[in-house]
T-cell receptor, first 118, second 111 residues
Framework: DGGITQSPKYLFRKEGQNVTLSCEQNLNHDAMYWYRQDPGQGLRLIYYSQIVNDFQKGDIAEGYSVSREKKESFPLTVTSAQKNPTAFYLC?????????????????FGPGTRLTVL | GQNIDQPTEMTATEGAIVQINCTYQTSGFNGLFWYQQHAGEAPTFLSYNVLDGLEEKGRFSSFLSRSKGYSYLLLKELQMKDSASYLCAVGGEGATNKLIFGTGTLLAVQP
């Protein structure tokens, strides 16, 4: 089945350690995104990539890094520089849809990784 | 600046109709999306509006007024499984496909 996978679902790390969250998709989508979700707040964009070997900072990129060496994979590293890393992290990819009246780009989300830094 | 407002919580009764409002002020506009998110799960796409008017899809409908910066999601014949957060998101300008999300509305459907 096609889809987006994120692993693990729950991750615990000690303060000061870097941690990498995986995101893999077999949907053949060009664009991929990383969001962070905190209680009472909307999804906030960390990084996004429109194409392999290219990525752009989102609204809250500080303390994070990404790579896009393959179309299927867009791993996110949470570094020790990120001051409040405990959050729910969502990866997404997007496809262009024709739509009934107008075309649009639909984002598909992975199941998420809940990171807790102790 | 970018601002998207939705009510934080709503409660409705099984079988009833509920309308979830969303107002937005963004520097660009490339359509408005509604997503459903059950607790601890990934958001799933519900609807997209870029032209003014109503888009209907089964029990769910979404409305957009670009001049007013306003949208609503209408859920009919509510079921218990509709208890979830409903996220309003605006597509940003340009071809980046970036989305700006509101904080979400937590809907509780009661028997």
């Amino acid at each position: 089945d096609g889809g987006i996978t994120q692993s693990p679902k729950y991750l615990f790390r000690k303060e000061g350690q870097n941690v990498t969250l995986s995101c893999e998709q077999n949907l053949n989508h060009d664009a991929m995104y990383w969001y962070r979700q905190d209680p009472g707040q909307g999804l906030r964009l960390i990084y996004y990539s429109q194409i392999v070997n290219d990525f752009q900072k989102g609204d809250i990129a500080e303390g994070y890094s990404v790579s896009r060496e393959k179309k299927e994979s867009f791993p996110l590293t949470v570094t020790s520089a990120q001051k409040n890393p405990t959050a729910f992290y969502l990866c997404a990819s997007s496809i262009h849809r024709q739509g009934v009246r107008v075309p649009y780009n639909e984002q598909f989300f992975g199941p998420g990784t809940r990171l807790t830094v102790l | 600046g970018q601002n998207i407002d939705q009510p934080t919580e709503m409660t409705a009764t099984e079988g009833a109709i509920v309308q979830i409002n969303c107002t937005y002020q963004t520097s660009g506009f490339n359509g408005l999306f509604w997503y459903q998110q059950h607790a601890g799960e990934a958001p799933t796409f519900l609807s997209y509006n870029v032209l003014d008017g109503l888009e209907e899809k089964g029990r769910f409908s979404s409305f957009l007024s670009r001049s007013k910066g306003y949208s609503y999601l209408l859920l009919k014949e509510l079921q218990m499984k509709d208890s979830a957060s409903y996220l309003c998101a605006v597509g940003g300008e340009g071809a980046t496909n970036k989305l700006i999300f509101g904080t979400g509305t937590l809907l509780a459907v009661q028997p």
